[in-house]
């Protein structure tokens, strides 16, 4: 298995966020795609945890992450690449307790949209350039047409028929009457 190093800061602030802050999680996990949004398998594999936890307990996992990593690592029968997301685990534990007490969510979310817009627009040139070469322009037509941004940030739009969190939050406010 090959390796390469790239700057992964950003997309390690995201995954923390996504960890530690409900908010962000929540904001993420209803546009999560099944494959992931990250750049890297690992954060994917993490982040999916992530939005798992969030479905079924609406929270982050917190310092549950252990727990599920071990879960996964339990019923994965390739050591290396167990160990190898333990490792990614503990390179973000130090992270937990600097960015838990310091986190904007709204930056994050603003962050973790611009990022995962630009995941999705390498992954579609990648796609595209891939049915140009094998002739299916009509495919990569469609690629171009389907393709839609993901909006996360503050003043983000909100799918009301999508956006669980967002109901949640509509109808815990109490406002004033105006009569």
């Known amino acids: 298995m090959k390796v390469r190093k790239q700057d992964s800061s950003q997309e390690r602030r ?7 802050d409900r908010t962000i999680l ?12 990250f750049r890297t398998k690992w954060c994917n594999l993490v982040g999916g945890w992530c939005v798992k936890f969030f479905n079924k307990y609406d929270k982050a996992p917190g310092r549950g992450i252990g727990s599920l990593f071990e879960l ?12 190898m997301v333990g490792q990614f685990l503990a390179s973000l534990s130090g992270e937990f307790k600097h960015l838990a007490a310091e986190m904007n969510a ?3 979310c603003d ?4 990022y995962f817009n630009q995941v999705r627009l390498e992954n579609l040139a990648a796609e595209i350039q891939q049915d140009i070469e094998a ?3 009509d495919r990569a037509s469609t ?37």
């Open 135 to 137: 002739g299916e322009k």
């Open 143 to 179: 690629r171009v047409t389907k393709f839609s941004r993901i909006e996360l940030g503050a003043g983000a739009g909100v799918d009301i028929l999508q956006d669980a969190e967002a109901i949640r939050t509509a109808f815990e406010s109490k406002s004033e009457p105006i009569i």
């Open 111 to 114: 962050m973790a949209g611009e």
């Open 106 to 108: 709204d930056h994050i």
């Open 26 to 37: 929540a904001r993420i996990s209803s546009k999560w795609d099944k494959g992931g949004l």
């Open 72 to 83: 996964w690592a339990a019923s994965h029968s390739d050591s290396e690449s167990s160990e």
């Open 14 to 20: 995201i995954l923390t966020g996504m960890i530690v």
